[in-house]
């Protein structure tokens, strides 16, 4: 099992690690990474690893088989080698405030009509949210974000912590936009948005939702019954 440093610390942006396994010459395990592996609509982190002055470039990282694997650019990399792992920060922090916005979004739409959340992907220069909703009042968007807004201009702080599974399961509204937990899940992360937000989540989060910067609505498309899609992006403010 790969440690997770950025469930700890998001902001992590160097790390030192062990290579426990590397298959096809490009596939690394290590026993510790800070890099995200695509998932939750957030993209995989990109950045290096460093072996002794030699420079891999990690280009993608995914989860298979219950591991995460980092895909290098180059062969070279093996069992017991020490690595130094750098994040292209500039990336990881733009889904990071992009993360942290999906879930200020998606808790005012599921507030105002609610609606369910059915899928959610971000991207470099925009996100994407999907809902399940009957009536689509196409003003009402702009509504939204612009309370989306408000919350992110409170600079609400953000918190993480564990519960165990039992304990999480006893509090519904932790789960209003998740998919199911696997059963082998015995802890829980939970990460709090002030007293605006809570859910059960694996993610990157800012710290301060003013570090978000201001959400522009890009446009919205209807597709088909109940299903609704809206894009927006971040702007600095
Ligand atoms: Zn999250």
């Known amino acids: 099992m790969t440690e997770l440093l950025y469930l ?3 902001y992590l942006k160097e790390f030192e690690a062990t290579v426990l396994e590397v298959n096809s010459d490009k596939y690394v395990v290590l026993d510790k990474t800070a890099l995200y592996a695509t998932g ?3 993209p995989h982190d990109t950045g290096k690893l460093i072996n002794e002055g030699k420079e891999f470039n990690v280009v993608f990282v995914g989860k298979f ?3 995460i694997s980092h895909e290098v650019d180059k062969p070279g990399l093996k069992k017991g080698d020490r690595v130094k792992g750098i994040l292209d920060w ?3 922090y733009k889904f990071m405030r992009s993360h942290t916005a999906a879930h200020i979004v998606s808790t005012v739409i599921h507030n105002e009509t609610g609606a369910l959340i059915t899928g959610n ?4 220069d925009k996100v994407r949210v999907d809902f399940n909703l009957e009536k689509f009042d196409r003003d009402a968007f702009q509504k939204y974000l612009d309370k989306a807004n408000e919350v992110i201009q409170k600079n609400l702080k953000t918190k993480t912590y564990v519960l165990d599974r039992d304990e999480a399961m006893k509090d519904p509204n932790l789960f209003k936009l998740a998919k199911t937990f696997p059963e082998d899940i015995k802890k829980i992360r939970i990460v ?3 007293d605006f937000d809570k859910q ?3 993610g990157t989060h800012v710290k301060e939702t003013k570090e978000i910067g201001k959400l522009e609505l890009i446009k919205l498309e209807n597709k088909g ?3 609704r899609r809206m894009y927006y992006r971040l702007v600095d403010s």
């Open 192 to 194: 709090e948005i002030g």
């Open 121 to 124: 992907q971000i991207s470099e």
């Open 65 to 67: 088989g219950g591991k």
């Open 225 to 227: 019954k109940n299903n």
């Open 200 to 202: 059960a989540d694996g």
């Open 40 to 42: 939750g609509g957030q």
């Open 90 to 92: 500039n990336r990881r």
């Open 8 to 10: 700890e610390d998001s």
